[in-house]
């Protein structure tokens, strides 16, 4: 079936491309069409449109208008272009500082004074800032931004800067991004180059590209065309750089020592770790042969130690990365590009905390390879087609420090684990996607005015992962300190000292828990059909995208076909030209947009066998050995049958969309912005627990309310069915005003003000979520999205130019506060659901708020030019000026609940800082340009 409908996909988009001619950007450039009219509004045919610009490998690009004055560039890489229109007789109209983004569509059309036979006359037009043409809502940094603001030197941490954009303080790297609703960085898509580099495991992203390479990064996904799926977040797309007809070159250094780092660690939290950073980069473009090929290479050496609130060490991330890039111009209808890439991250001790202890944590080993090829060739004047081979191989790997036959230990009276890493990973991923489309235009089709840009196409990708962790020393050994002797700190030590002291009735020993071995395949086919309606001031774009995704696990693993969804997303959408200017735009959007394929969603069906029962077994004092259950009877307990389900009723995650913009050209350099963006996330994968054979308890005295707590006892076995027939949801509001005046007469400024509102029953997207294993997990769940949004956030981002070639930078952030849900552990009263059902919120998700933040970077840099073509770049750099300490997440378990006794014990460390602001630091670059 599959076969026939790829054969009649394929037949329709071969008879339209022969039928009508063609021009539409892509994800790694933008376009720019128009009408070429005279001063009375007659179309003017075969009037000759050229660009120019420095990052066309042959310098410039020419077209003609057709026979309704029709003229389009398809496919241009994003830089700064000026456009010049002429036709004999009359004057020649041009527009210069033309900024092109990435999948950008910009509509410039042009009006041709009559000039007589004697005179020339060449009239310059203001270059337009809005989009006419598309819906879509996007962010873009060139390299001007990329070189210009205080960054963080984190390829994903600096989108942070966008508006709809934030880091998820849960990220042990820190840049992890959640947008437009998105509840963590798994929503987002991911691209460089073409490539998808989104995990095909868990979605997140798996490439880490560096700032150096970029020519631009944008952020979107708002209002999005059919080409564009597989997110229900963000769209993150970034394009390297491709080299020049001139050789280019830069040698950059950034360094900050530990001794430039401020203290902002409160002293009952302990010492500050020590944190340094340093980025060395070699970068050299140029071309092989001019006009022709062009070449682009760049190494870079790029090392963080940072450190979470209260750990004893810092954790040490080490990137190596490089890459290699060739742009070949085949004659003037073809383009051909091949990238390679290669990143060799290494951390030591990460996931190091105030509750983990260096021995407890773990060195991450995660080589990278990525390649990228894609041809571009307008076939004739009616065919453009784009091609390209994508893909990626690497590994993740989560190494102990004390062996594989040493089992970490964990106190229960303190919350800290120590003596060793509890499950060592060893994991590989690789995918392969082959993308093609076929774009074409076609004019008068219902009318003498329309005018249509069409765009077809389709990709097929195919990943396997193997996922294999297993517990070190075969167990994890849970003790309870509370009884060695000591008090605090004291007590604590003599405990590690002495490990035996902290054997009692409360003491066990669990197998099973966070051991997986799974190795899986996934395959997505996407296709889709979109049209870009022009007719007079109006544009309509709508569109369909088909997805049919299956998964299963390797070859004598388990099924090979578990899970297969089909879908089709619809998308629509009008654009009014308000005063015909292209200055002042009313965009009104609804789509559907489907999660990508993920290994994770259906990776616990229970042909895979990919866990084991999670069971404890409790000390015995008389016989020295774990051997009883928690009652102090002889065998140990199956706490939780192994985490396998069938499959039931199930589909691929959604979020609906409908989106209102305005925007406002203002002069030649500034927009001003206005989005009102409802999102509703839907048929969201969960394992949930079929078997209703519960019986109720109730807890009093609940510590933060003074009421009840119901408690759940789940009286036989669990029987797991993954399914998205659940009820999870969330709800996405926002407002979001915003204005850019982009960098002309010495000056920079953008910002934003975003109201958000986000609310549900839960925050994952992988079918990993915790609440819906037990009815336990869903007392208090609906409310405020814990951790995930702030009801305000302002930016301001801005640049000066000071004389005697210095400049001044900024950026400045307020943020409201997220929010956070403290929960209880039933330790004691469960029965089958002693480990699935035994986290319980106390009061309704997100009634707690962290306090709101106050983040303010600079930069203060001087660029004396050396020579013709050498400039050098000092700049000092200030990140978090006012040294400040707010806290963003926290240890979140009051304590314990025993509900055998009714009675509540409070943990020491409940709504302590796990982790605060980064404390003031000051950074040095220096930058050689050649």
């Known amino acids: 079936m599959m076969r026939a409908v790829l054969k009649g996909a394929l037949f329709t988009l071969l008879l339209l491309a022969l039928a009508v001619p063609v021009a539409a950007q892509s994800d790694t450039s933008g376009s720019i069409r128009g009408t070429v009219k005279d001063a009375s509004g007659g179309v003017l045919p075969g009037a000759t449109a050229t660009v120019t610009s420095d990052v066309l490998v042959a310098g410039t690009a020419t077209t003609v208008s057709d026979e309704r004055g029709v003229y389009r560039f398809p496919s241009l890489p994003p830089g700064l272009y000026q456009l010049e229109v002429g036709l004999s007789g009359f004057a020649t109209q041009s527009a210069k500082n033309i900024r092109v ?20 006359v060449s009239v310059t037009g203001v270059a337009p800032l809005v989009s006419v043409a598309s819906n879509s809502v996007s962010t873009s940094f060139d390299s001007q931004f990329l070189n210009n603001q205080p960054l963080p030197r984190d390829y994903y941490s600096l989108l942070a800067a966008a508006p709809g954009v934030t880091i998820d303080p849960t990220s042990s790297t820190g840049d992890a991004m959640m947008a437009y609703g998105g509840t963590s960085s798994t929503q987002n898509a991911y691209t460089l180059d073409g490539v998808n580099i989104a995990d095909p495991a868990g979605g997140d992203y798996w490439l880490l590209p560096s700032i150096a390479w970029m020519q631009e990064i944008q952020i979107g996904g708002l209002g999005a065309n059919a080409e564009y799926g597989g997110y229900t977040g963000g769209m993150i797309n970034g394009v390297t750089k491709s080299g020049g007809n001139q050789f280019h070159g830069s040698l950059e250094a950034y360094y900050q020592p530990d001794s430039w780092v401020a203290n902002n660690t409160p002293a009952d939290l302990g010492p500050q770790a020590p944190s340094k950073f340093h980025d060395y980069t070699l970068s050299l473009g140029g071309p092989v042969v001019k006009d022709k090929l062009w070449y682009f290479v760049s190494g870079e050496d790029w090392e963080r130690d940072t450190a979470n609130v209260g750990a004893a060490i810092s954790s040490d991330r080490k990137v190596p990365r490089y890459l290699g890039k060739l742009t070949w111009q085949a004659g003037v209808d073809n383009r051909l590009q091949l990238m390679l890439e290669h990143d060799g991250l290494v951390q030591d001790h990460r996931g190091v905390s105030g509750s983990v202890l260096p021995e407890a944590s773990y060195r991450e080993e995660s080589p990278n390879y990525t390649f990228a090829s894609s041809w571009e060739s307008l076939l004739n004047a009616s065919n453009f087609v784009t091609v390209k081979l994508t893909g990626f191989d690497g590994r993740l790997d989560e190494l102990p420090y004390n062996g594989t036959d040493v089992s970490q230990r964990y106190d229960q009276n303190t919350g800290i684990s120590w003596q060793n890493l509890d499950n060592t990973l060893l994991s590989h991923r690789h995918q392969v996607t ?51 002797p000591g008090e605090g700190d004291a007590q604590f030590a003599y405990y590690m000292a002495h490990p035996e002291c902290g054997l009692n009735e409360y003491a066990y020993r669990e197998t099973g828990y966070g051991e997986y071995h799974e190795w899986l395949q996934t395959t997505s086919i996407d296709l889709y059909a979109q049209d870009s309606m022009r007719l007079n001031r109006w544009t309509l774009n709508y569109g369909v995208r088909y997805g049919n995704y299956k998964g299963g696990f390797q070859r004598g693993t388990g099924n090979t076909d578990v899970y297969s969804v089909s879908f089709a997303d619809p998308r629509i959408g009008f654009v ?99 989005d009102l963006i409802d999102r509703r996330f839907r048929d969201i994968m969960a394992m949930i627990n079929t078997n209703e054979d519960y019986t109720l308890k109730t807890a009093t005295n609940n510590p933060l309310t003074g009421g009840t707590l119901p408690i759940w006892v789940l009286n036989s076995p669990q029987n797991y069915v993954l399914t998205t027939d659940n009820g999870a949801y969330r709800n996405y509001q926002s407002v979001v005003m915003r204005f850019e005046k982009r960098h002309s007469n010495g000056w920079y400024l953008s910002s934003s003000l975003v109201w958000t509102d986000l609310k549900g029953n839960q925050y994952t997207n992988d079918g990993y979520i915790s609440e819906f294993k037990d009815r336990n997990g869903l007392t208090n769940a609906d409310g405020r999205i814990d951790l995930s949004y702030n009801e305000w956030d302002f930016k301001l981002n801005a640049a000066v130019d000071l004389p005697l070639n210095f400049q001044f930078s900024g950026q400045y952030n307020y943020l409201s506060g997220m929010y956070w849900t403290p929960y209880v552990r039933v330790t004691r009263g469960l029965d089958y659901n002693s480990t699935s059902g035994r986290n319980i919120d106390l009061v309704p998700r997100g009634t707690n708020q962290f306090p709101s933040r106050h983040l303010l970077n600079v930069r203060l840099a001087w660029s004396p030019r050396l020579a013709k073509a050498v400039r050098l770049t000092v700049s000092g750099e200030v990140f978090n000026v006012l040294n400040n300490n707010t806290m963003v997440d926290t240890y979140n378990r009051y304590g314990s609940y025993n509900a055998n006794s009714n009675t509540w014990s409070k943990l020491s460390s409940y709504g302590t800082p796990y982790t605060i602001e980064n404390p003031r630091q000051v950074r040095l670059g220096v930058r050689l340009d050649f």
Request: aromatic residues 12%.
């Open 434 to 484: 082959l993308d093609a489309s076929w774009s074409l235009f076609k004019d008068g089709l219902f009318t003498p005015n329309d005018s249509h840009t069409f765009k077809f196409g389709g990709s097929y990708e195919s990943a396997s992962v193997a996922y294999n962790s297993t517990p070190n020393g075969g167990a994890t050994l849970y003790d309870d300190s509370s009884a060695c």
């Open 101 to 120: 983004n990435l999948a950008k569509a910009l509509v410039i059309d042009i009006t041709l004074p009559q000039a007589s036979v004697a005179e020339e």
């Open 576 to 674: 009014w030209d308000v005063f015909g200017d292209s200055k002042t735009a009313l965009k009104v959007h609804w789509g559907r947009y489907h999660q990508k394929m993920m290994g994770y969603i259906y990776d616990r069906e229970v042909s895979g066998h990919i866990a084991p029962p999670v069971i404890d077994c409790y000390w015995d004092s008389a016989t020295g050995k774990y051997d009883l259950d928690s009652n102090g009877e002889p065998g140990c307990e199956t706490w939780s049958v192994p985490d396998a389900a069938t499959m039931g009723k199930y589909a691929q995650q959604y979020v609906d969309e409908a989106l209102i913009t305005v925007e406002q050209q203002i002069g030649k350099d500034m927009v001003l912005g206005l």
